[in-house]
């Protein structure tokens, strides 16, 4: 059993950053493959990062590359999103995830889910 605890989430502006954190109990975190999938209203839950067990994979979705970064401390349970140059349209709840598949990408290879944090970003 994993339990996951969003944090971090705000109000930023356009071109701002925020660092998501997400503080997983257990002593079986470093097993775990992470992900963080985000939610808009009205919208389907969708892929945002993910990073292996080790940390040594990473994965973006096209819309995040280059502005938004993955990582883990595997001695302090955590995973972090780095956030930078924010746009309205990452305006959503964020979520982060733990699983053990080796798809990474949807919602499905999951087995646990944090109860969300949410990002607002305005124009």
């Known amino acids: 059993q994993v339990q996951l605890v969003e944090s971090g989430g705000g109000l930023v502006q356009a071109g701002g950053s925020l660092r998501l954190s997400c503080a997983a109990s257990?002593?079986?975190?470093?097993?775990?493959?992470m992900g963080w999938f985000r939610q808009a209203p009205g919208k389907e839950r969708e892929f945002v990062a993910a990073i292996s067990w080790g940390g040594g994979m990473t994965y973006y979705a096209n819309t995040v590359k280059g502005r938004f970064t993955i990582s883990r401390d595997n001695a302090k349970n955590t995973v972090y999103l780095q956030m930078n140059s924010l746009k309205p349209e990452d305006t959503a709840v964020y979520y982060c995830a733990a699983g053990r598949s080796t798809t990474l990408t949807t919602p499905r290879s999951y087995d646990y889910w944090g109860q969300g944090t949410q990002v607002t970003v305005s124009s």
């Open positions: 257990g002593r079986t975190f470093s097993s775990y493959a």
